[in-house]
């Protein structure tokens, strides 16, 4: 230190230096939770919690095992590439025990625009129509089928 004529000014340095440093562990011991970094850059005991959320979805191969023939008609047609619940919402609950769940009414009038109305926002060979002009005021399924909608006298189902 003999290079400097007075050092206490440096020392006084690395002891404010120090003591943030260990404000800062301190702090992070109390802030950081338990189980953060057990498996990587998260907390471990996330998985855990993520994993016992409950399930709303069942998945299409579940309504296929009773719903058989819609499953089918659906399967040969436009929409089977449109899976059940997309449309007719999470149903978990009605498929663990459909006796007691009903699954609600859709109302095709809010549904089939979700997907269909024309916006120049979507891919030109994606089927979307002016709903008002196309359907004359009526409902969709006056004229398409939801589980099979092409319009049968055009040959394509
Ligand atoms: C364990 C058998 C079973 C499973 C799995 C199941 N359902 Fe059902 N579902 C039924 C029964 C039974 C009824 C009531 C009788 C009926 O109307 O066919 C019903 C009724 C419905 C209805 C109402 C029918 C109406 O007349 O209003 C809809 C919609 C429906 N199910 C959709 C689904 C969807 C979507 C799935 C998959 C998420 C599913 N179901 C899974 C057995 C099942
Ligand atoms: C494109 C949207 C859409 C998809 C995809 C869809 N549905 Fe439907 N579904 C409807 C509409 C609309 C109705 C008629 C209104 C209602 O009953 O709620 C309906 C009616 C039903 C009904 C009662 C009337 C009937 O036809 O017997 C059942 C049961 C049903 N759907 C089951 C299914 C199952 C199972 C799947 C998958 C294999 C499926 N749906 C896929 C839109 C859809
Ligand atoms: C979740 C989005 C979604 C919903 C909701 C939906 N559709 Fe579709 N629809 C599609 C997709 C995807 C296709 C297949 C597009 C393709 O393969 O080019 C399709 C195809 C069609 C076609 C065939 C078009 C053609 O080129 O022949 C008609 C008609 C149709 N849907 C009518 C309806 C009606 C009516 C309803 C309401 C009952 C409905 N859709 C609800 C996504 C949807
Ligand atoms: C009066 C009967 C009728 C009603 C109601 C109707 N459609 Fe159609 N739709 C047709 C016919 C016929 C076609 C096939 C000829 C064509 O492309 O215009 C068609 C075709 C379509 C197509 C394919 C368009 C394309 O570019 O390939 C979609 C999507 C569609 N309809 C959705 C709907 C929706 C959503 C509703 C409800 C808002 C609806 N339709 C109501 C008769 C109807």
Redesign the pocket.
């Known amino acids: 230190m003999k290079n400097f004529r007075d050092s206490e000014h440096l020392l006084r340095f690395a002891f404010l230096f120090a003591m943030v440093l260990a404000l800062f562990l301190i702090v992070r011991h109390f802030v950081v939770p338990k189980s953060f970094g057990e498996y990587g850059h998260y907390r471990g005991a996330a998985i855990g919690e993520t994993a016992a959320r409950p399930i709303h979805f ?1 998945g299409q191969s ?2 296929a ?3 058989t023939d819609i499953a089918a008609t659906k399967q040969a047609g436009m929409h089977a590439g449109v899976h ?2 997309a449309c ?1 919402g999470p ?1 978990a609950k ?2 663990a025990d ?2 007691s769940v ?2 609600p ?1 859709l109302d095709t009038a809010v549904l089939c625009v979700r997907c269909h109305a024309a916006s120049a926002a979507k891919p030109k060979n994606f089927p979307q129509v002016a709903a008002a002009e196309h359907s004359g005021g009526l409902v969709c399924e006056t004229c398409h089928h939801p589980h099979s909608p092409a319009i049968q006298s055009e040959g394509a189902k």
């Open positions: 069942a579940a309504c095992t009773c719903h059940c619940e007719h149903l009605h498929a459909p006796a009903q699954p009414k």
